[in-house]
Structures are given as C-alpha cells and as structure tokens.
C-alpha cells in the first residue's frame, strides 16, 4: 500500500542556502519530503542528546561540497595503464609520488560512486587521473584522510558512506559528497549513523527525482541530524574504523593470493 500523508502548505517550504539571494526559500513536493517514516526521522535524530546538523560549522570544516567529473590517466578498457600514488602493483609494491626535481609527477587516485561501500572505500574500482588535473581541481575535488564521502546521485548507489582513511591523495566526481570534519576522529560514528535505519531515512527525505534520475544535493545534506552525545558513540565509531581496516587487509590478501597464482608461485 502506498504512503499516505497530509501536511500543511506551510510545511512544504523549505529554506534554501543562505547563497541563494534571488529565493530565501522553496516548495518541496516530493512524497518522501513529508511521508512520517522519513520527517519521524529527522525530528528523532534532532531531539537528540548531542545533535548537530551536517552543516554546521562548529561540526564541519567548510559546508558540504561535490567533487567534479574527472580527466582519466589511464584506459579503461587496459587495467595495464591503472597506476597512481598509493596504487598497490601486482608485485605488492605501493607506489609513491614518483618525484622530480621535488614535484610529485605521478597520477592520483580517482573516485566514482561504485567505490564508496557500506563504510570502505573500494579501491578495486578507482581509476586514475593526470597530476596536472589533480592540481587544478584539489581544491574543489580532493579527499583526504577523516573525509566522510556520501554518494548522492543514482538509484541503487544513492545514500551509501564511507570514510576515507588513506594518506595518499584522490579525488572524487561529481557524484560524490565530501563532508569535511572540524575533528576527523568522529567520522567514523557519523559514517555508522549514517549507515543506520534513521540516518538512511533521514538522506531518503531529501532525495530529488524520479526514475531513476535520483540525487540529494549537499545542502540537504546539510540539513541532517548527528545525534554527537549518544553513549557509545566512540565505540561504534571504533568498531566500524576496525571492521573497515579488516576489509583493506582482507582485499590485499587475496589480491596477493592471486596474484602468486598469476606468478606461478607456490602456495
């Protein structure tokens, strides 16, 4: 059976980015806007002990941001042409800058949506893009260690989270969110909240679109609920940065187990 709810006009007007100078505010119609399993959830999350907004700048370092559509290094349809700083080789040799003269000259690691997990970040699907790219567009597109990235756009790939958590550059596209921490060492709560019932209800609430033409735009995202003061915040946060840890090293255990095999090792 189809939800069903009634709200007030008054309830369908929503404020905007205070950027927007021509409309302070705008009408929201789409049926998850107000259906009560999603507005049940943002008002639960925001009674909360603790809770803060995903753009408040006491919580976030800059307000919310898109990455961008990348130039590509490598050839997709050649895995032989995928390097870029941090890459691991199939010798299990992670690649570094390749300095000269001082100035790091090799690719970096590019993002798209498929990458982000429940969590992790899968770097089996990363691409690569020029440095000269990755120097220009950092400032709009880099993530870097302590980053939440929220994938925002596409049915089936909308709303997933992860932490970034290596120390070699990336870059995201455009259908990804960076969320940038004041303190990195809660993202890993936030990623599990976000992750959870209320905080999957909380990003469906604001979802824009239709068949399959779906996105949330960083200002919505924004307008989520972190409940900051739960108890076991830190603990979950652990628990979650540990299991993720355990992916990483699960995933180079069997790219190195396979790649014994291509090398005709023995086991």
């Known amino acids: 059976m189809a939800l069903f709810q009634i709200r007030s006009l008054q309830e369908t007007l929503l404020d905007l980015a205070a950027g927007d100078q021509e409309h302070r505010q705008n009408h929201i119609l789409?049926?998850?806007?107000?259906?009560?399993?999603?507005?049940?959830?943002?008002?639960?999350?925001?009674?909360?002990?603790?809770a803060m907004r995903l753009g408040?700048?006491?919580?976030?370092?800059?307000?919310?941001?898109?990455?961008?559509?990348?130039?590509?290094?490598?050839?997709?349809?050649?895995?032989t042409t995928l390097e870029y700083e941090g890459f691991i080789t199939d010798e299990g040799v992670r690649l570094d800058a390749a300095l000269d003269r001082g100035n790091a000259t090799r690719s970096v690691c590019a993002l798209k949506s498929v990458s982000i997990r429940a969590g992790y970040v899968d770097f089996g699907s990363a691409r690569s893009?020029?440095?000269n790219f990755y120097n220009r567009k950092r400032a709009r597109a880099e993530a870097v260690a302590g980053d939440i990235l929220i994938n925002s756009t596409g049915d089936g790939t909308i709303g997933r989270v992860a932490v970034y958590n290596e120390d070699f550059p990336?870059?995201?596209?455009?259908?990804?969110?960076?969320?940038?921490?004041?303190d990195p060492t809660k993202a890993w709560f936030i990623a599990a909240y976000l992750l959870s019932?209320?905080?999957?209800?909380?990003?469906?609430?604001?979802?824009n679109g239709s068949s399959g033409q779906v996105e949330i735009y960083p200002q919505d995202i924004?307008?989520?609920?972190?409940?900051?003061g739960e108890d076991n915040a830190e603990d979950?946060?652990?628990?979650?940065?540990?299991?993720?840890?355990?992916?990483?090293?699960?995933?180079a255990d069997l790219r190195e187990t396979l790649n014994m095999l291509e090398r005709g090792e023995r086991l």
């Not at 789409?30 to 603790?50: M, T, V």
């Open 30 to 50: 789409e049926p998850e806007f107000h259906q009560a399993i999603y507005a049940d959830a943002c008002l639960n999350a925001a009674a909360k002990r603790g």
């Open 56 to 79: 408040d700048l006491q919580l976030v370092a800059q307000y919310p941001f898109r990455g961008t559509q990348p130039e590509y290094a490598d050839d997709e349809n050649d895995p």
């Open 129 to 131: 893009a020029p440095r």
């Open 170 to 182: 990336a870059l995201v596209d455009g259908h990804i969110t960076i969320v940038r921490l004041r």
């Open 197 to 207: 019932k209320e905080g999957q209800r909380q990003i469906y609430r604001y979802i």
């Open 222 to 228: 924004a307008r989520i609920w972190i409940p900051l």
């Open 236 to 251: 979950i946060g652990r628990r979650l940065r540990e299991a993720c840890e355990k992916y990483a090293e699960f995933a």
